[in-house]
Antibody, heavy 122, light 108 residues
C-alpha cells in the first residue's frame, strides 16, 4: 500500500522560499502509471491545487502560482519536492502531497499524505 | 476564483438521502472525483470516474453527472458522514486540475 509523507520546515520568513519534500513508500515513483502532486489548504479554507510532476520530470502548474513554483523529482530517493518562492502570509497553509491518476477524461488524488502546516511569519 | 462551484453548506437528517452538487464547464468533458475531509485530517477519495468507489468506501456513496453538473449522493446518511466534501476535475485547458470550494455537510 502506497503511503506519502511530507517533510520540511514549519516556519518560513516572508520573502523567502518554502521547501517541502514528499517521500513515497510502498511503491515506486517511477512506475509511470501516476503523476505526483502538491495541494495546499489555508486555515479554514478550501483545497488549492499547486501542480504535478511525472517521474520523467514533466510538470504542470496552477497558472495562479506558476511564476513562483518549482516541483522536482528524485527517483533514486523515491521523493518529489516543492519550492515556492517569495512567500507571504497568504501562503500559510497545510501542504499536502498526493498521487494522481489521470486517465483520459478522469483524474483523482489517492492516496494523500497527512499534510504539514507551513506558517509564513517573521 | 474556482472553476468548480459547490454550495457552501448542506444538511441532512440522519438516515435520509442527500445530494451534493458541483458545477463547472469542464464537467461537460471530464468526470469529477469527490473527497471527504474531516477536521484535522487529510482528504479521502470517496468517488472517482463515472461512479467508482475505492476499497473501504461504503456503498451508500455514489456519483453521477449530467451536463455541467456532477453530484455526490449519500443514501442513508450516517453521523460519521458529517464532513467537508470537495469535488475535483480538470480545468478548462484539460491539463490542469481544479477543486471546488467545498460543501460542509451537517447530519442532523
Amino acid at each position: 500500500q502506497v503511503q506519502l509523507q511530507e517533510s520540511g520546515p514549519g516556519l518560513v520568513k516572508p520573502s523567502q522560499t518554502l521547501s517541502l519534500t514528499c517521500t513515497v513508500s510502498g511503491g515506486s515513483i517511477s512506475s509511470g502509471d501516476y503523476y505526483w502532486s502538491w495541494i495546499r489548504q489555508p486555515p479554514g479554507k478550501g483545497l488549492e491545487w499547486i501542480g504535478y510532476i511525472y517521474y520523467s520530470g514533466s510538470t504542470y502548474y496552477n497558472p495562479s502560482l506558476k511564476s513562483r513554483v518549482t516541483i522536482s523529482v528524485d527517483t533514486s530517493k523515491n521523493q518529489f519536492s516543492l519550492k515556492l518562492s517569495s512567500v507571504t502570509a497568504a501562503d500559510t497553509a497545510v501542504y499536502y502531497c498526493a498521487r494522481v491518476s489521470m486517465i483520459v477524461v478522469e483524474n483523482w488524488f489517492d492516496p494523500w499524505g497527512q499534510g504539514t502546516l507551513v506558517t509564513v511569519s517573521s | 476564483s474556482s472553476e468548480l462551484t459547490q454550495d457552501p453548506a448542506v444538511s441532512v437528517a440522519l438516515g435520509q438521502t442527500v445530494r451534493i452538487t458541483c458545477q463547472g464547464d469542464s464537467l461537460r468533458s471530464y468526470y469529477a472525483s469527490w473527497y471527504q475531509q474531516k477536521p484535522g485530517q487529510a482528504p479521502v477519495l470517496v468517488i472517482y470516474g463515472k461512479n467508482n468507489r475505492p476499497s473501504g468506501i461504503p456503498d451508500r456513496f455514489s456519483g453521477s453527472s449530467s451536463g455541467n453538473t456532477a453530484s455526490l449522493t449519500i443514501t442513508g446518511a450516517q453521523a460519521e458522514d458529517e464532513a467537508d466534501y470537495y469535488c475535483n476535475s480538470r480545468d478548462s485547458s484539460g491539463m490542469g486540475v481544479v477543486f471546488g470550494g467545498g460543501t460542509k455537510l451537517t447530519v442532523l
